[in-house]
């Protein structure tokens, strides 16, 4: 079965850090596209942070300097290490699994898991 489960999120003070995982399961995840998205209440999901294949990021400007995403292709595990947080960064946390198998694409997202950065 193809999944992919997040973990590690919660309650954190502004300032605070956290860092999200996301295991997959059931696919090639070396060839894979990881993506992080997030969507707070009322607002349109949005792209964090993304990590090819080949290990290239990239952040949104919003957590530029104060995200890190990494992937462990040994573990088939992604993460987000977020540091810094501030109340903004509430969301819902999703990950994305995106890859190409001759010449058809798969997508794949997991449950999410919920961030709430509050004092």
Request: aromatic fraction near 8%; hydrophobic fraction near 30%; charge should be positive.
């Amino acid at each position: 079965q193809v999944q992919l489960v997040e973990s590690g999120g919660g309650l954190v003070q502004p300032g605070g850090s956290l860092r999200l995982s996301c295991a997959a399961s059931g696919m090639i995840f070396s060839i894979s596209t990881i993506n992080w998205y997030r969507q707070a209440p009322g607002k349109q999901r949005e792209l964090v942070a993304g990590i090819t294949s080949g290990g290239s990021t990239n952040y949104d400007d919003s957590v530029k300097g104060r995200f890190t995403i990494s992937r462990d292709n040994a573990e088939n595990t992604a993460y987000l290490q977020m540091n810094s947080l501030k109340p903004e960064d509430t969301a819902v946390y999703s990950c994305n699994a995106r890859r190409t198998l001759m010449g058809r694409v798969y997508s794949t997202w997991g449950q999410g898991t919920q961030v709430t950065v509050s004092s």
